[in-house]
């Protein structure tokens, strides 16, 4: 059999570069798409630099490639309830998705859309997102249920729960803030830290999901990547601290804390039955090879703020 040709969107962020690499050494042909940092992407993947807002350009890329899995990560993550984010998120998360899926559906050849979906998305009983972010997640997994219905596109939908780890070059999220100001001698401030969360070390989702694309058997279905478990903001800031600056005490509450958090966990038991999978680390482990890869990364001076 011929290797599978797998389309990997935002394959030079966080999630997507070290998934592309987890594929490669499946012996898939990876094509990897991206707007920006080409460089971030395996070299063996062939890249396409594409803005996934260009329905035209999103239609030929499908026809030239024809992939029979599509892991669709491309996205702009921010928690913010800021409005100035109704746009941006708008077009990177359902706007592109929808490309896509439009896409997908004049040229046949596809098996599965894997779709990254989020703990931020509401729920089915709810009704209100709580932020343009979620309000975007939500929008493009309903749009994901009517390709399927109407137009027999199959989606799996992975729930990826608070993803932290090595390689994330957004500064601003918490670990990384958190890491390169203790290494860098500043004084980090936090919120009251008393929100529960489901966190998971990047390699455990990565692995989570290969799996799920390699699956025969999730058509419709959501599954969640997530540890199952649920450690405060507080919890793990005073794990880096413990590792990084344990004469030093963070300090909470010098900011608000933002409105509306959501508080879920993952089901994964149900994700053990689906996958077989697990995540493999713990949150203690994930975060102390966090700390020496950002350390790394500053000391080489790859890493600059």
Known sequence: MSPPKILVTGASGFIGNRLCGRLLEEKAVVHAVCRRHPERVPSAAEVHVLDLGDATAVDRLVASVRPEVVFHLASHVAGSRDADLLLPTFRANLA????????????????????????????????????????????????????????????????????????????????????LSLLEGGEPTFSSGDRPVDWVFVDDVVEGLARIGRHRDLDGATVDLGSGDLATVREVIEILFAVLAPDRRARFGARDDRPAEQVRQAASQETERLLGWRPATSLRAGLEVTVDWYRKELESGRLRR
């Not at 209100?128 to 027999?152: D, G, H, I, Q, V």
Request: with cysteine; net charge positive; hydrophobic share 45%.
């Open 96 to 179: 592109s998705t929808v490309h896509l899926l439009a896409a997908l559906t004049a040229h046949d050849g596809c098996r599965l859309f894997v779709q990254a979906g989020s703990l931020e998305e509401p729920t089915e009983a709810e009704a209100t997102p709580s932020s343009p972010y979620a309000a975007a997640k939500w929008a493009a997994s309903a749009y994901l249920r009517m390709a399927r219905a109407l137009y027999e596109l199959p989606f799996a939908r992975a729930r990826i729960f608070m993803v932290y780890g090595p390689g994330q070059w957004d500064l601003r999220k918490l670990v990384p803030y958190t890491v």
